[in-house]
């Protein structure tokens, strides 16, 4: 956007390298990604993958990957680039891969392998995704589109039916977690839960009005 804006060839030759890199280094063979990739300072080659905020750093933390999904579907809008679509439908794929076979909750738990029965959900991860899911349906073939947008459905609806708050705090959504081994924000209010619920709510609306998914009322 700066760069088509003012700022120059530059800007957006940054922005893609930064796409590659991370796409190079930050994720597993599956898709996954980790949370912190721990590069060399000097040479800049990659030490190790590592995960603060999730279940350990092996597991796939559940906002982590939505954040994946969302970012390289933006990558793709910016450059039209096959590389960037492929891949945003890899990540995203893992995730719905994983999700339970649960037809009535479209919300992970914060760490798809954190093995405890009580572990908490993340409403924020689900709509990060959903609102993804909405523009990336538009970018993949007809069929792929039409599951895409299936799947987000059904999570604006799980998170509608079962996560809002109602009159029980001035937040949408309850039920994300923040930083759990920190033991914070644990089954709890967060702002980017909201932020991202309301964006997904607002893409639907544009499509069932016939409208680009991208868009500002």
Not at 43 to 56: D, E, F, N
Not at 59 to 73: D, E, H
Not at 120 to 126: C, E, G, L, M, T
């Given at each position: 956007w700066a760069s088509r804006n003012g700022g120059g060839?530059?800007?957006?030759?940054?922005?893609?390298?930064?796409?590659?890199?991370?796409?190079?280094?930050?994720?597993?063979?599956?898709?996954?990604?980790y949370h912190v990739a721990v590069y060399d300072t000097v040479s800049g080659k990659l030490i190790k993958g590592v995960t603060h905020q999730g279940y350990s750093d092996r597991s796939m933390w559940a906002r982590g990957q939505s954040w994946a999904i969302y970012g390289y579907t933006m990558v793709y809008r910016e450059t039209r680039d096959p590389r960037f679509l492929a891949f945003a439908q890899k990540v995203t794929d893992v995730y719905l891969k994983r999700l339970p076979e649960r037809s009535d909750d479209w919300v992970p738990l914060w760490d798809f392998d954190d093995p405890s029965p009580s572990a908490p959900k993340d409403a924020s991860a689900a709509c990060v995704v959903a609102s993804a899911l909405l523009e990336l349906s538009g970018y993949v073939d007809v069929e792929k589109g039409r599951q895409y947008r299936e799947v987000a459905e059904n999570m604006l609806s799980s998170l509608s039916r079962n996560y809002q708050s109602g009159e029980r705090c001035v937040s949408f959504l309850l039920h994300s977690t923040g930083h759990h081994p920190a033991g914070s924000e644990i089954d709890a209010s967060i702002i980017y839960a909201d932020y991202y619920y309301y964006e997904a709510l607002l893409r639907l609306r544009r499509l069932q009005q016939g409208r680009p998914v991208l868009g500002i009322g």
């Amino acid at each position: 956007w700066a760069s088509r804006n003012g700022g120059g060839q530059n800007l957006y030759d940054i922005a893609v390298r930064h796409a590659e890199t991370t796409m190079n280094n930050h994720f597993r063979k599956d898709g996954s990604c980790y949370h912190v990739a721990v590069y060399d300072t000097v040479s800049g080659k990659l030490i190790k993958g590592v995960t603060h905020q999730g279940y350990s750093d092996r597991s796939m933390w559940a906002r982590g990957q939505s954040w994946a999904i969302y970012g390289y579907t933006m990558v793709y809008r910016e450059t039209r680039d096959p590389r960037f679509l492929a891949f945003a439908q890899k990540v995203t794929d893992v995730y719905l891969k994983r999700l339970p076979e649960r037809s009535d909750d479209w919300v992970p738990l914060w760490d798809f392998d954190d093995p405890s029965p009580s572990a908490p959900k993340d409403a924020s991860a689900a709509c990060v995704v959903a609102s993804a899911l909405l523009e990336l349906s538009g970018y993949v073939d007809v069929e792929k589109g039409r599951q895409y947008r299936e799947v987000a459905e059904n999570m604006l609806s799980s998170l509608s039916r079962n996560y809002q708050s109602g009159e029980r705090c001035v937040s949408f959504l309850l039920h994300s977690t923040g930083h759990h081994p920190a033991g914070s924000e644990i089954d709890a209010s967060i702002i980017y839960a909201d932020y991202y619920y309301y964006e997904a709510l607002l893409r639907l609306r544009r499509l069932q009005q016939g409208r680009p998914v991208l868009g500002i009322g």
